[in-house]
């Protein structure tokens, strides 16, 4: 079983930067995408960026260009780099990791969130 650890959130003021990670852990056959989602307050969850196998990137168009989406294959690690941070910004991010595992069973992990406040 593939699970996926956030970590990273915290306060940071308008126009400041914080960056996510998320650890996946388990095994697994392969990895085909990872990626953050954010939920706010009385909003539906929606994708922020995510970075296939391939290397192919995807953002939402509210952060492009704020927001940069990496990773470190040899830790199974996908970071968020957030810049000039808004407070429409605020939300749990969430991390999300799809695959295959060596059964050849599709997996879809979610980690616990981690909150990210922009405020002054």
């Known amino acids: 079983q593939v699970q996926v650890v956030e970590s990273g959130g915290g306060l940071v003021q308008p126009g400041g930067s914080l960056r996510l990670s998320c650890a996946a852990s388990?095994?697994?056959?392969?990895?085909?995408?990872m990626g953050w989602y954010r939920q706010a307050p009385g909003k539906q969850r929606e994708l922020v960026a995510a970075?296939?196998?391939?290397?192919?990137?995807n953002y939402s168009d509210s952060v492009k260009g704020r927001f940069t989406i990496s990773r470190d294959n040899a830790k199974n690690t996908v970071y968020l780099q957030m810049n000039s941070l808004k407070p429409e910004d605020t939300a749990v991010y969430y991390c999300?990791?799809?695959?295959?595992?060596?059964?050849?069973?599709?997996?879809?992990?979610w980690g616990q969130g981690t909150q990210v406040t922009v405020s002054s």
């Open positions: 970075l296939t196998r391939g290397g192919a990137t």
């Open positions: 999300n990791a799809r695959g295959r595992d060596y059964n050849l069973i599709d997996f879809d992990s």
């Open positions: 388990g095994s697994f056959f392969r990895m085909n995408v």
